[in-house]
Antibody
Framework: QVQLNQWGAGLLKPSETLSLTCTVS????????WSWIRQPPGKGLEWIGD???????NYNVSLKTRVTFSIYTSTSQFSLTLTSVTAADTAVYYC????????????WGQGTPVTVSS | QSALTQPPSASGSPGQSVTISCSGI?????????VSWYQHHPGKAPKLIVF???RRPSGVPDRFSGSRSGNTASLTVSGLQAEDEGVYYC????????????FGGGTKLTVL
C-alpha cells in the first residue's frame, strides 16, 4: 500500500512563494507519475500537474508560468513551488500518485491547507 | 468552470440507488474509456472508487458501479448507506491534450 505524507507552509502573504513537499513510501506496481491537485474553499478539485520519475513535467496551462515541480528519487520525494501567490491560490493542496496509462489517481496525501492573506 | 459537467447535488434514502452523471468526456483512441470517480469526505483525502469507467480498486464495495454512454459517464451507488454521503468527482483527460487531467465540478450526495 502506497502512503503519501506531505508538508509545507500553510500561511503566505500575497506575492510570496508556496513550497510543498510530498514523500512516497510503500510498494506499488506499474509506472506512476507524481501529481499535485488543489481544492479552493467551496470549490471542486483542480489538477495542477504531474511529473514522471525521470523529471518530465506536465502543468495546468492556467498555472504554467508560476509552477515548478521537482523530484528527488533518492529520497522518494517530490515538491511543488508556486510563485507570486494571490488569494486565489488559497486552497487545500494534495499530492497523489497517478497511473498515467489508465488515467487515475490511486493514492493521495492527507492534504495541506494553504491560506494566502495579507 | 469545470471541463466535465456534473449535477451539483443528488440524494436518496438508505437502501435506494442513486446515479450521478458526468458529461463532456473526451474521446481517446480507445474510446471514452479513461474515466475515474473519487469519493471525498470533508477533511479527508479523496478516495478512488472507480477507474477505467467501471473497474473498482480492491476494497471498494460492488455497490459502486460505473458505466458510460458516448461522452457521458455515470456512477451508480446501490443500497445507499449513511457513510456514502459525501462529494463525488469524475475525472478524465482534457479535450485539448492527452496529458491534461480534468475534473467535474463535484456532486454532493446526501443520504436522507
Amino acid at each position: 500500500q502506497v502512503q503519501l505524507n506531505q508538508w509545507g507552509a500553510g500561511l503566505l502573504k500575497p506575492s510570496e512563494t508556496l513550497s510543498l513537499t510530498c514523500t512516497v513510501s510503500g510498494a506499488y506496481s506499474g509506472v506512476r507519475y507524481w501529481s499535485w491537485i488543489r481544492q479552493p474553499p467551496g470549490k471542486g478539485l483542480e489538477w495542477i500537474g504531474d511529473i514522471s520519475q525521470s523529471g518530465l513535467a506536465n502543468y495546468n496551462v492556467s498555472l504554467k508560468t508560476r509552477v515548478t515541480f521537482s523530484i528527488y528519487t533518492s529520497t522518494s520525494q517530490f515538491s511543488l513551488t508556486l510563485t507570486s501567490v494571490t488569494a486565489a491560490d488559497t486552497a487545500v493542496y494534495y499530492c497523489a500518485t497517478f497511473d498515467k496509462g489508465a488515467f487515475y489517481f490511486d493514492s493521495w496525501g492527507q492534504g495541506t491547507p494553504v491560506t494566502v492573506s495579507s | 468552470q469545470s471541463a466535465l459537467t456534473q449535477p451539483p447535488s443528488a440524494s436518496g434514502s438508505p437502501g435506494q440507488s442513486v446515479t450521478i452523471s458526468c458529461s463532456g468526456i473526451s474521446r481517446d483512441l480507445d474510446g471514452y474509456n479513461y474515466v475515474s470517480w473519487y469519493q471525498h469526505h470533508p477533511g479527508k483525502a479523496p478516495k478512488l472508487i472507480v477507474f477505467e469507467v467501471y473497474r473498482r480498486p480492491s476494497g471498494v464495495p460492488d455497490r459502486f458501479s460505473g458505466s458510460r454512454s458516448g461522452n457521458t459517464a455515470s456512477l451508480t451507488v446501490s443500497g445507499l448507506q449513511a457513510e456514502d454521503e459525501g462529494v463525488y468527482y469524475c475525472s478524465s483527460y482534457g479535450s485539448l491534450s492527452r496529458f491534461e487531467v480534468v475534473f467535474g465540478g463535484g456532486t454532493k450526495l446526501t443520504v436522507l
